[in-house]
């Protein structure tokens, strides 16, 4: 008897389009059918490539069902682009996650609770990256200070990630308004 293994070939996404800027910030929006692709209305995790750029990522969530990729320094400064400018843009999602960049109020609570040292390493990448959005997730000073203490003590009691969190409408706040991601209609 042969037995015959398959392994699922990771779904490759191509598309072209246009490099913008909101609030200083340079995107790149995914077409429709494009995001339409992507295994979650939420952050997806990606490998790809921009005009022949290596990148990883994790891809944003527009509030409307659609998504965005967040163009780097390093990645803006490797393509040379301008905006409106249009790229062609390919991405594999994966299930490796890239580590977030803990935010300094987030990072010195965490310091300031050294039993939660091993907690906080014992989280999965994509579990960093939901308290870590959470938290970034307001604009308003006094509630994301909150939302650090309540990390703090939920991570304290056990919790290994923040409840009741919409993925899919949770863009970054510095480019959206009420989860919608700015120059959205």
């Known amino acids: 008897m042969t037995m015959s293994t398959s392994k699922s070939t990771p779904t490759v996404i191509e598309f072209s389009t246009q490099l ?19 295994p979650s209305r939420g952050q997806v995790a990606a490998q790809g490539t921009v005009s022949g750029v290596d990148f990883t990522t994790v891809i944003e969530p527009d509030g409307m069902r659609g998504h965005w990729i967040n163009v780097s320094q390093d990645l803006s400064a490797a393509l040379a682009a301008d905006e409106a400018d249009t790229v062609d843009v390919s991405v594999t999602p994966t299930k490796e996650w890239p580590e977030t960049s803990i935010p300094d109020d987030f990072g010195a609570a965490l310091e300031d609770a050294p039993e939660l040292t091993e907690v906080w390493a014992g989280l999965t990448p994509m579990a960093r990256w939901e308290w870590v959005r959470w938290i970034q997730a307001t604009k308003n000073a006094e509630t994301r200070a909150r939302r650090v203490e309540v990390a703090i003590s939920k991570l304290e009691s056990g919790k290994r990630r923040p409840c009741c969190f ?12 009420s989860g919608k991601l700015l120059g959205i209609s």
Request: aromatic content about 0%.
């Open 20 to 38: 913008e800027v909101i609030n200083d910030r340079p995107i790149l929006r995914l077409p429709a059918d494009a995001s339409a692709k992507l």
């Open 166 to 177: 919409d993925l899919a409408s949770c863009t970054d706040p510095e480019l959206a308004k």
